[in-house]
């Protein structure tokens, strides 16, 4: 181990240091038997700062990924529910015309066209407001509201025989196919997304960056016993 102050006092007999520049010197290594003990905890700290910001770039990287894949998750669904609101929008633009054919054959089916009538204007604010269970469960009364008027057409042989009704009952049944095969859609992208936010780590950024619940495109049992057409 060096005796730095021996060293001190012999650099100061040779005149190389004033007794002022020795004291300076000895005072400023005071406490430090080796010089590598000036720079040994270097390394440490260096290392130190290497796994803290390791450490802090690994959550940040880790959150960004989590949060954009409940992005990408919530965004399917958003596309999945655009085909729903198309396809149903397509139902909804027939029925006015099915309800116009019908009443000039059909004198007597009054209160099933005034029934078809709301519930088609209702669904219309429904599509607007993205309740997909409540629209399911007014689609589903609709539908059966629009087979009845099919079951009804065959007392009225003008009507079932005409063209343009049977192109709507055509055209509203391929609507109705479409949208059974959308709702499938929807309800799978629904069920990923609902499942990823309530799972670890995904639910702690699901709740502070506000990813909600979303509902399924299904209609309620017994819908057409609780659904009023005030909705």
Not at 14 to 19: A, F, I, R, S, V
Not at 104 to 118: G, K, M, N, P
Not at 154 to 170: I, R, T
């Amino acid at each position: 181990m060096v005796n730095y102050e021996d060293k001190i006092e012999a650099l100061r007999e040779k005149n190389l240091l004033d007794e002022m520049e020795a004291k300076k010197l000895s005072k400023s290594l005071n406490g430090h038997d080796d010089l590598s003990d000036l720079f040994e905890n270097e390394p440490r700290k260096s290392y130190r700062f290497f796994w803290i910001g390791g450490i802090v770039l690994f959550v940040v990287l880790g959150t960004g990924l989590l949060y954009n894949g409940l992005v990408s998750k919530e965004e399917a669904v958003n596309v999945a529910w655009s085909q729903v609101e198309s396809t149903m929008q397509r139902k909804l633009d027939l029925l006015p015309n099915l309800v116009k054919v019908v009443k000039a054959y059909a004198t007597h089916e009054t209160q099933l066209l005034t029934d078809i009538t709301a519930l088609r204007a209702n669904a219309s604010q429904l599509l607007k407001s993205k309740d997909a269970a409540k629209l399911a469960t007014l689609n589903k009364q609709m539908s059966s509201s629009v087979m009845k008027l099919f079951a009804v057409a065959e007392n009225y042989p003008n009507l079932k025989s005409s063209e343009q009704f049977l192109q709507l009952q055509a055209q509203i049944e391929g609507s109705e196919n479409r949208i059974n095969i959308t709702r499938m859609l929807y309800n799978e992208e629904v069920g990923f997304y609902n499942s990823a936010i309530r799972k670890m780590p995904h639910k702690l950024i699901a709740s502070v960056a506000g990813f909600e619940k979303r509902s399924y495109f299904k209609a309620e049992e017994n819908a057409h016993k609780k659904l009023e057409l005030g909705l």
